[in-house]
């Protein structure tokens, strides 16, 4: 008898983990027949902490696998220490958080190499061993985290480290995004050319792709669904292509809501269940990663001025969008709603980003006008620290690493520098 009472509390325990999941991810009415068929009182759900069934799961296989079956929630997949999907050090949900920000921790800088135009974006791969850079002048560069890292120490056995480890030719103009497969060793590229190229880094000798995806537009943005089947393009066209990366064959939403304007950048969350686009008309919309379904438009997030970046959190409660009205902005998924707004950076005549460091707890972007790079504490939206960039010209881009404390910017200059924590 005490057998079945327990089961019978440990099963309302796992239909209220299972409601207030699909509550989390955005799937009301699922949520809301699931409760219904289960008699699970939305009460219930509304008391789970977010993620709560991510990370048990996440446990519970650990646990079954001696630790190996944990990797299915490793977004890396590269074997990279990353935090399991749903983990997150900074609650947005916080209210009253002023007077506690935290200090940026000091950075060191390092020259590794120019393009021969303007560096316009640069991507890290997830295992944060690699990072590439695209420019304007059609080429792009592949460089080694490690050797990067002996050349400011200066420690290297062989002699002097070479950071750019490749340099792949094969666009006709101008690079606009990259992105790494999130298991197999391949970089994608995005090009005014109208093309999403695939290169393979494993192989030495490899200078050109080996698989091309012709586009009717300019590509100015991809990313790769976590599974690695499927990409997105954000392009001059309104609506995001998604391309099966196996047939090449290329899907449109139905339901294309009311937009005329190209995409600057679209970007899957940790897990693939939604994606959001940031456009040239200032707006971000958030949409349904199965479905295609737009499930939140924000429009006007930016006002008239192009949104020219948006990112999730990891628990994938949050977007962090960036534009050109020198906002870096962060929207709650659920509701729409304006959560906290990172002030003080400049940034009106270039396609920009604004990210997260590897814990989320600082936002990182640059400022164009006074040549820097700026930093706030996440949580509290205070300004912490204003890096001198060091370049000649604009900066333009920044990336950080997914799993450390390093970071990458390039700009008008040429020139690419990378920076990482100092000891």
């Known amino acids: 008898m005490n057998e079945a009472v327990q089961e019978a509390k440990l099963l309302r325990q796992v239909n209220a983990l299972i409601v207030a999941h699909l509550r989390s991810q955005n799937l009301g009415q699922a949520a809301a027949a699931v409760a219904a068929a289960t008699m699970t009182p939305i009460s219930a759900a509304e008391s789970v902490p977010a993620n709560q069934l991510l990370r048990l799961v996440a446990k519970g296989l ?5 630790g190996g079956a944990a990797s299915a929630f490793d977004s890396a997949g590269f074997g990279g220490a990353v935090q399991p999907l749903g983990s997150s050090a900074v609650d947005f949900s916080m209210q009253d958080v002023k007077g506690s920000s935290k200090s940026f921790p000091k950075h060191e ?5 120019d393009h021969k135009n303007a560096a316009r974006c640069a991507k890290f791969s997830p295992d944060g061993k690699y990072f590439a850079t695209g420019s304007a002048d059609t080429s792009i560069k592949f460089f080694e985290v490690a050797k990067i890292k002996q050349t400011m120490v200066g420690d290297s056995k062989d002699g002097p480290a070479r950071p750019v480890i490749r340099t792949f030719y094969d666009h006709t103009q101008a690079i606009n995004d990259l992105d790494f497969h999130p298991e197999s060793p391949i970089l994608i590229s995005a090009a005014k050319d109208n093309t999403i190229k695939f290169f393979d880094f494993s192989k030495t000798n490899a200078r050109k792709a080996f698989r091309v995806i012709q586009d009717t537009h300019n590509v100015r943005s991809v990313c790769f669904h976590p599974c690695g089947d499927y990409l997105l393009a954000g392009t001059d066209h309104p609506v995001a292509h998604l391309y099966d990366i196996n047939t090449f064959t290329c899907y449109l939403s139905a339901n294309a809501q009311d937009s005329s304007s190209p995409i600057n950048q679209v970007r899957y969350s940790c897990t693939g269940s939604l994606y959001v686009t940031a456009s040239k008309d200032g707006s971000l919309r958030i949409w349904d990663g199965v479905s295609a379904e737009c499930v939140r438009p924000i429009i006007g997030a930016h006002g008239s001025a192009e949104a020219t970046s948006a990112i999730f959190t990891r628990d994938e409660r949050y977007v962090l969008s960036c534009g050109k ?15 906290k ?5 400049i940034r009106r005549q270039f396609r920009c980003q604004a990210v997260f460091n590897e814990t989320e707890e600082f936002v990182l972007s ?3 006008q006074n040549n820097e790079v700026v930093v706030w504490d996440a949580l509290t939206a205070e300004k912490v620290a204003r890096l001198p960039s060091g370049s000649t010209g604009a900066p333009r881009w920044l990336d950080h690493s997914p799993v450390e404390p390093v970071f990458v910017i390039c700009g008008n200059d040429r020139s690419i520098r990378f920076w990482k924590q100092t000891v």
Request: aromatic share 6%.
């Open 366 to 368: 640059v400022d164009e």
């Open 341 to 345: 707004q990172y002030a003080g950076a």
């Open 325 to 339: 009205d020198s906002c870096v902005k962060l929207w709650e998924v659920g509701t729409g709603r304006l959560v």
């Open 62 to 66: 650990a646990a079954e696998g001696g």
């Open 109 to 113: 800088a390092k020259h590794v190499s």
